[in-house]
């Protein structure tokens, strides 16, 4: 009599097909999908373009400043650039929703430009990246990592020693 | 009478629902975005059979072509001689970061990809591999160009 009994639970449950495309897909909680690019996190280290694997994520330097770029269509959405950045500034969301007509493929790219300001204590051309807040105590407050974005890494060492820096 | 017939036929064109019947070209690919194309049909689950689709074995029945894979070198001429056996109007589609740009094969010596530089591409579905449901969204996009080009 087990036919029965299936009988009974698929009357109830309905079919196994998911409704997409027709209606929303479930998708898990932590999926690995589009890339989001946090700029004002960036410290500029280029630890995501060392570990990724395919070449997804490339600096250039340019007379701007340190053009950050990502290109979803080698993505292998590993999440290694996640894993190593040290601010959070790049992570992955959920979003999958990535097929695209052909002629639209470099339209899938993030590009962001970290650019040169010169240093407000010295006036050398420093890149204009977030200082790297990890285990500072005390963490920074906004203001100061307004401030430190606008140092050359030598004048931000040396306000990081005047800070006091455990 | 030939106006009539034309008419007819008019008519007929727009009733039938036309349903593309798929084919899959494996060109060098790992086989993770083969399994996830065969879930995507086989599976009741999935099952992309609702949009009227059906995977077929010879190319000369298909309309729409999944190509996954970087396009080895050892398999670039079995590939667009398969591939040209494919009747117009035909819509290609390219899943996986591999045929789009070579994804983690990318530069490699021996892969031809982009597979854009070979033959016409219509739809890329990035992923590697991309799930079912990304899958199915392609498929959707690429019935729709085949439908404008009929």
């Known amino acids: ?166 | 009478m030939t106006t009539l017939l034309q008419t007819l036929s008019n008519q007929a064109r727009n009733m039938a629902a036309r349903s593309p019947w798929i084919y899959r070209i494996n060109a060098g690919s790992c086989n993770g975005c083969d399994v996830e194309c065969a879930t995507t049909a086989l599976i009741p689950r999935y099952d992309v059979e609702r949009l009227g689709c059906q995977y077929c074995g010879s190319p000369r029945h298909a309309d729409i072509v999944l190509i996954t894979g970087p396009l080895t070198a050892r398999v670039k001429d079995a590939v667009m001689r398969v591939y040209a056996e494919v009747p117009e109007p035909k819509v290609t589609v390219a899943v996986g970061v591999c045929p789009i740009s070579g994804g983690i094969f990318r530069d490699g010596y021996a892969v031809h990809a982009p597979i854009d530089q070979h033959l016409p591409v219509d739809v890329n579905i990035p992923g590697c591999p991309p799930r079912p449901q990304a899958i199915i969204e392609g498929i959707a996009q690429a019935i729709a160009i085949w439908r404008e080009r009929l």
């Not at chain 1, 979803?72 to 979003?95: K, M, R, S, W």
């Open chain 1, 1 to 166: 009599m087990n036919y029965v009994r299936t009988l009974i639970r698929n009357l109830i449950r309905g079919p196994s097909t998911e409704v997409y495309p027709f209606g929303p897909a479930w998708t898990p909680v932590h999926f690995r999908g589009r890339v989001e690019f946090k700029l004002s996190s960036c410290t500029a280290c280029r630890a995501c373009e060392q570990v990724c694997a395919p070449g997804a994520i490339r600096f250039d330097k340019t007379p701007e400043g340190l053009r950050f770029m990502l290109w979803h269509n080698t993505c292998v959405f590993c999440g290694l650039c996640e894993y190593y950045c040290p601010t959070d500034a790049i992570h992955q969301t959920d979003d999958w929703h990535m097929a695209h007509a052909t002629a639209h493929q470099y339209e899938m790219a993030i590009r962001e430009l970290i650019s040169y300001v010169s240093c407000t204590a010295c006036g050398a051309k420093a890149l204009a990246s977030a200082p790297n807040p990890a285990g500072v105590v005390p963490p920074f407050t906004a203001e100061e990592i307004e401030i430190q974005r606008n140092l050359c890494p030598g004048c931000r060492k040396t306000a990081l020693a005047e800070r006091g820096v455990k």
